[in-house]
């Protein structure tokens, strides 16, 4: 009776066993897809990249002015980063990031060549990895605002306006860390009146950041939201 009971008692065990190992297994498989971008999901970064690249080359992507170009750029990184999620962000920050590169090495942005011929290095670093982070911490932060947002609506919105200001702040954070103490820059400063670092940024942004940022909160907001909704119905 007892050698049965103990016999019974391991075939359980050993079944139980088995059966952990096939949910561990079916777990894994699981965040082995979640991390991985699906096809449709890839497609719509490679249409996203397009709109990138097209708007490259016109005033909505880089508006040209004497000091830095005005840009919408960060609206579609936005809406990747938000509809599809951090990856997308990264990929099209990148392409953001390299058009912005090209731009400098075409001369086509007269500050961004001037950097180029500062130092052809730190100019990409103010232009390529800075757009990345960006891209991918746009996304991470409207997982965050998503869950906090009871309405589902206003997260969208508060994601482009957070593209906008991440792309100010690590754009200048990295111009200002690479370039501060060259004579282009100090000479640009001297114009303003030898601001500090801090004033510095909030008065040669100026303009660019008034427009920016509630563009890229109105537009990244509604185009986003449209999107994620009509995929959520699809779904």
């Known amino acids: 009776m007892e050698k ?3 016999q019974g008692v391991v075939g359980l065990e050993n079944q139980n ?10 777990t894994k498989e699981v965040a082995a897809k979640k991390t991985k971008l699906t096809t449709g999901e890839m497609t719509a970064i490679g ?3 397009g709109v990138l690249l097209v708007m490259s ?14 840009s919408l750029m960060m609206i579609p990184v936005a809406i990747g980063a938000m509809v599809i999620g951090p990856k997308a962000g990264l990929l099209l920050g990148f392409v953001f990031g390299a058009t912005s590169f090209y731009q ?3 001369g086509a942005s007269a500050f ?19 757009r990345m982070c960006m891209g991918w911490l746009t996304g991470k932060l409207f997982l965050l605002y998503k869950k906090i947002d009871r309405t589902n609506t ?8 957070t593209a906008a200001f991440l792309n100010t702040v690590f754009f200048m954070g990295m111009l200002l860390l690479c370039f501060w103490h060259t004579d282009f820059i100090q000479g640009i400063n001297e ?16 303009l660019n950041g008034l427009l920016e940022m509630p563009a890229s909160c109105v537009l990244g907001g509604i185009i986003s939201k449209a999107l994620g909704k009509a995929i959520h119905k699809r779904r």
């Open 104 to 106: 400098a090495l075409t």
């Open 47 to 49: 249409l996203m990249m």
């Open 4 to 6: 049965n009971l103990e």
């Open 154 to 161: 206003v997260c969208y919105f508060a994601g482009g306006f």
């Open 57 to 70: 080359f016109t005033p909505l992507g880089y508006f040209h002015t004497f000091g830095l170009d005005i």
């Open 112 to 130: 961004s060549a001037m950097l180029m011929n500062i130092n052809p290095f730190f100019t990409f670093l103010v232009c390529i990895p800075t």
């Open 17 to 26: 066993t088995v059966s952990d190992v096939v949910a561990v297994g079916d």
């Open 191 to 206: 114009s303003l009146g030898n601001l500090n670092p801090l004033f510095f940024v909030g008065a040669f942004v100026g």
